[in-house]
């Protein structure tokens, strides 16, 4: 598969560690009421679709960006390749 | 057969030599090792799978099923090799397979009449009772009856190679439609790929005799052929089976670089992996004749009609002195032509179709069918039963037989893309859905003439040139002929004999029948009860025959039964070009500590550690066993000062204004007041709570951290914090790198550390206990001025230090430590005495940290904070993980004190049965212990924080060790840890 890198262009998939669900990226305030039940879903509970899917790839053997990537999971279609820290910010995650 | 006086594409002015099953023959360069025994008069090249029945070519291509020979001898030998590919070469040694004792007498050819109880299925039934002698005794016999080549259990002596190629426009296949499309793109100045598996290109062009405009085909080929390769931006890659399509536009190929050489020349490879990344590619892969199944079909000499005539244009092989040919379509007229027109005498055309053509000096036997064969090693003569009932013997030495073409449709399946059929040319075409990138042109797409085919070449690359942006003008084709295709589908000869459809696997037309008597008729189940369809060569000619009797069988319409769908890779591909120079010691890169060559010159022993090589021991002169060598490291490390290389413990660098916050998160407990100059052991979690790697962390200024983390876990760990960085707290101001290659780093420890290290360390540094305390850690400068990190760290529950210094003095400073440390009969120690040191300790390690045990567990509980929101912390309180009889980090003691325990031994009470019902944990870490003079062990026990004095077994059902052992504190050294601080 061929990803195409928001700042490096096309990449050969073999440069990257595929790590699963983008929803990791929501990780929930460890400090608030109901914690445990909140990462009990965030660390369990993940969507396993055939078809879009929007996931977590690391370019391990690159430039070291974590890349969120919306794939077909059916026909291995890439349609979207965005930076994490971008989607992360995007969600809410700061500091 | 023999060779024709005049034609083929060989070059007649050189013969050369080679030997097939011992006997020698020539050929000319230019033949394949098909067409040279051909032309030598050899016909019988094989033995079938199962019932070891005679055979000879059946093709003239990669199709071929039954010409399969090892190639070669020695470490180079081959199985399953295709004659009919195997370009000739001076020096060829070639052996026919699955024939014993040879390939006129085979024993096992007692298969054959044994065929009644072999038929599909056979072995799901006839052996399966007693249950117990299927392994023992019938697999064994039938694996070695059946089967194909064998395997050279030498080392492969060449080398292999992988590279990578980028291009616009990928053609694959280079006969009319790829050579059109090739050239289409290439004058258009598009960076074009052109392989095909041939080593001539040109396709059917050099096997058909018309002409192209006003030259004969293979010489218009050999014009393109030579335009193309004037052209800077084409690459040709003839010898190059693209075998498979993967996804956006990602091919791979094989190269044969000197398949076709005795060896390769020097530093050459012998074949090349090629990852082609492609915008767009042209699948022009022609398409496969298919052969028609009647009794006895499998005869040497019986071929396809249009292997029959390549051979006879191509390589001026002559068949026979006389042949015939059996056909359901208007191709086969046009072999018949050819051969008349070579001199070979064709005693008749039988042709299915009532309506046949006439044909001007050849006997056109319309509405007959060949009903049988005779010939034991060769084919003698045909019974044809014709239009009016009566039968006939024709007296030949060989028979074309033409069913049809199929597109070659395999690599626009590798997608899941499914074949449709078309009804006009009465084959499958390949579907809508097509790989990414993809398109066909020319036969491969169903356009059987030579115009179509051209024409749909370089129309189809002119449009997809247009797609990506790139214009390109229509090429000036010349004129080429353009007959339609005249078909009435047949597929086999009804009948009780054995009528072969596939002839790799000796699948006959009885055994789709018992198929689907006994109800395997789906095409999937079909393929898997009678094994049509499988081994080298896929089906390529035998799947369609399979599907037509089945569906025949069921009353319903090809389209409706359904086609298997191709895989790659297109013809087998060796390991060994998989592996490419990825063997033995290059298997995996192997990284070496700054120490290497200093420990190598001491002699020391290594052991691989991920891809490290790390000294293991250091024997000295009498020491007999390692144990020897490593019992005295430790005696004299814990008595004066040893030194060990610990670079390889990953090291990262993090760095910003947020990055003790940062760490603070990362790690379970509190790093947020971590003073400048002082470490702090860390622990990570997982996020659900399990401890994932523990290290430690230098705050070498406010906003400086040096993180270390296990051998083992460096790039996870990174990955991880990366993770964390850039995905959970994106606004932090932090950054990371892996700095484990640029520092050499070096345990120092024992009670004369300090005295050692005060020895090099530059005199403006004060190392005093005072000034540089336990858990201390500075920049500091060494041997005068060499920069340097001190770090006042114990593995080894000693007095200790861990100094860093830039890689590439690595090597300088571990002979300055030694030197400087003369005076204390400094002694260098490896892994296994690290180990020793850190069980005696009771330090967790890899063993500890097994990705199932929590900190809580580890007996670091109270380290997890819970006054702030660090990963894995919540998770971590979860009930599950805090059971009261949870497992505890102990230590355990046998009572014989000789007595060996293993890792990996669990726990049991004294009397218990060895079940798991009785586990009570189990050990993870165990040595004998030179400073107790007892094994010792540590590991993980229910509540074992209450049973300390306890006496429970050790026991590995494995090994049958039972050993008696003390519960006692994980610590066996100094647990007060006064050394430490000394």
């Known amino acids: 598969m061929i990803i195409n890198h928001p700042l490096l262009g096309p990449c050969d998939a073999q440069e990257f560690i595929y790590k699963g669900d983008a929803r990791l990226i929501d990780r929930p305030d460890g400090m608030i009421e109901g914690a445990e039940a909140a990462f009990f879903d965030y660390a369990y509970l993940r969507d396993n679709p055939a078809g879009q899917h929007r996931e977590l790839w690391f370019h391990e053997q690159g430039d070291r960006s974590w890349l969120v990537v919306t794939r077909n999971t059916v026909t291995h279609e890439i349609t979207h390749v965005e930076l994490a820290r971008d989607v992360a910010r995007k969600s809410g995650q700061s500091a | ?982």
């Open chain 2, 1 to 982: 057969m023999s060779r024709l006086p005049t034609g083929g594409q060989i070059d007649r002015a050189r013969k050369i030599s080679f030997r097939f099953d011992g006997q020698y023959y020539k050929g000319h360069p230019g033949d394949t090792l098909a067409s040279a025994l051909l032309a030598n008069g050899v016909r019988l090249m094989g033995r079938s799978f199962k019932y070891h029945r005679p055979r000879g070519v059946l093709t003239a291509g990669s199709e071929e099923p039954n010409a399969l020979v090892e190639l070669r001898t020695g470490g180079r030998q081959e199985p399953n090799t295709r004659a009919t590919t195997i370009e000739l070469f001076d020096g060829l040694q070639a052996k026919s397979q699955n024939a014993w004792p040879g390939l006129k007498f085979d024993a096992l050819a007692i298969n054959d009449r044994l065929s009644n109880f072999l038929t599909a299925g056979f072995y799901y039934k006839t052996f399966m009772w007693p249950a117990a002698f299927w392994e023992k005794l019938y697999e064994p016999i039938i694996r070695r009856a059946a089967g194909l080549g064998s395997i050279t259990t030498k080392p492969d002596p060449d080398l292999y190679d992988k590279g990578f190629l980028h291009c616009d426009l990928l053609v694959i296949g280079a006969g009319p439609s790829g050579l059109a499309a090739a050239l289409t793109a290439g004058r258009a100045g598009a960076r074009v790929i052109l392989a095909d598996e041939d080593f001539r290109m040109g396709g059917r062009l050099n096997a058909e005799t018309f002409q192209l405009g006003d030259v004969a085909g293979a010489q218009w080929a050999a014009q393109a052929v030579a335009e193309l390769a004037s052209l800077p931006n084409v690459r040709l890659l003839p010898r190059t089976t693209v075998f498979g399509a993967f996804d956006h536009g990602v091919y791979g190929a094989v190269e044969r670089v000197s398949d076709h050489l005795l060896t390769p020349a020097p530093g050459k490879p012998r074949q090349i992996l090629w990852r082609i990344y492609s915008k767009r590619a042209l699948l022009c892969a022609g398409a496969i004749e298919r052969p028609i199944a009647f009794a006895n079909n499998d005869r040497p000499g019986i071929m396809t009609a249009s292997a029959l005539r390549t051979y006879v244009n191509r390589w001026a092989a002559s068949p026979a002195e006389a042949v015939a040919l059996f056909t359901n379509n208007d191709d086969g007229h046009r072999t018949a032509r050819d051969l008349v027109a070579a001199g070979v005498k064709v005693a008749a055309v039988i042709d299915t179709r009532t309506d046949a053509p006439a044909l001007q000096g050849v006997e056109v036997l319309a509405g007959a069918q060949v009903t049988d064969s005779t010939g034991r090693l060769g084919l003698k003569s045909v019974t044809v039963r014709q239009a009016n009932g009566q039968s006939r013997k024709l007296d030949v030495g060989a028979l074309g037989v033409a069913g049809g073409w199929n597109p070659n449709v395999a690599l626009t399946c590798h997608q899941r893309g499914r074949p449709v059929w078309d009804g006009a040319i009465a084959a499958f075409v390949p579907g809508a859905e097509l790989p990414q990138g993809m398109e066909v042109a020319g036969a491969a797409l169903g356009q059987f003439s030579t115009h179509a085919a051209l024409h749909g070449g370089a129309d189809g690359a002119r449009r997809i040139l247009a797609d990506i942006g790139i214009s390109a003008t229509a090429a000036d084709l010349p004129q080429a002929e353009d007959a339609p295709v005249n078909i009435t589908p047949f597929w086999h000869v009804g009948g009780t004999k054995r009528a072969w459809l596939d002839f790799q696997n000796d699948v006959t037309v009885k055994d789709v029948k018992l198929a689907h008597q006994e109800n395997f008729r789906s095409v999937e189940h079909l393929k898997r009860y009678t094994t049509l369809g499988m081994a080298t060569d896929q089906g390529k000619t035998s799947n369609m025959g399979g599907l037509a009797v089945m569906a025949e069988l069921t009353g319903q319409s090809i389209e409706a039964t359904g086609t298997t769908i191709f895989r790659p890779p297109y013809t087998p591909v060796a390991m060994g070009v998989i592996a490419g120079r990825s063997t033995g010691r290059d298997f995996k890169p192997t990284r070496l500590t700054p120490s290497h060559t200093w420990a190598t010159e001491q002699g020391a022993v290594f052991v691989e550690v991920g891809m490290w090589l790390r000294a293991q021991w250091f024997p000295q002169a009498g020491e007999k066993t390692w144990r020897e060598s490593v019992d005295r490291e430790v005696l004299a490390t814990r008595a004066s000062v040893g030194v060990c290389d610990v670079t390889t413990l990953g090291k990262i660098d993090v760095q910003g204004r947020d990055a003790a916050a940062f760490l603070n998160r990362i790690y379970c407990n509190g790093f947020a007041k971590l003073a400048v100059g002082r470490v702090r052991y860390g622990l990570m979690l997982r996020e659900d709570g399990i401890a994932m790697d523990d290290g430690t962390a230098a705050r070498l200024a406010e906003d400086h951290f040096v993180v270390t983390t296990t051998t083992a876990n460096a790039v996870p760990v990174y990955r991880h914090m990366e993770f964390a960085r850039q995905c959970l707290w994106p606004d932090m101001d932090v950054q990371l790198i892996s700095t484990t290659e640029a520092w050499a780093q070096y345990a120092i420890a024992g009670p004369n550390a300090r005295k050692l290290l005060q020895k090099i360390v530059d005199p403006g540094f004060d190392i005093s206990n005072d000034a540089f305390p336990f858990m201390a850690c500075g920049e500091i400068t060494v041997c005068g001025g060499l920069r340097a990190r001190l770090f006042r760290i114990s593995f080894s529950g000693e007095l200790a230090y861990e100094l860093a210094v830039p890689t590439r003095y690595g090597d300088a400073l571990i002979r300055r430590l030694m030197q400087a440390g003369e005076e204390f009969d400094v002694t260098p120690y490896g892994t296994e005495a690290l180990g020793v040191m850190r069980i005696e300790k009771g330090h967790a390690t890899g063993n500890e940290l097994n990705g199932t045990t929590t900190a809580r567990d580890l007996g670091m509980g109270r380290m997890v904070s819970d006054k702030k929101d660090s990963i894995g912390t919540v998770l971590s309180r979860r009930e599950g993980l805090n059971q009261p009889d949870g497992l505890r980090l102990v230590g355990f003691l046998p009572k014989n004190p000789q007595a060996r325990v293993l890792a990996g031994a669990h726990l049991l009470e004294p009397g218990a049965d060895m079940t798991a019902a009785n586990d009570l944990g189990y050990v993870t870490s165990a040595c004998y212990s030179p400073n107790l003079q007892s094994y010792i062990a540590i590991g993980f026990l229910k509540s074992g924080e209450n049973r300390m004095g306890d006496v429970l077994r050790a026991a590995s059902p494995l090994t049958g060790e039972d050993t008696e052992v003390e519960i006692v504190s994980a610590h066996f050294i100094d647990p007060e840890g006064e050394r430490l601080r000394a």
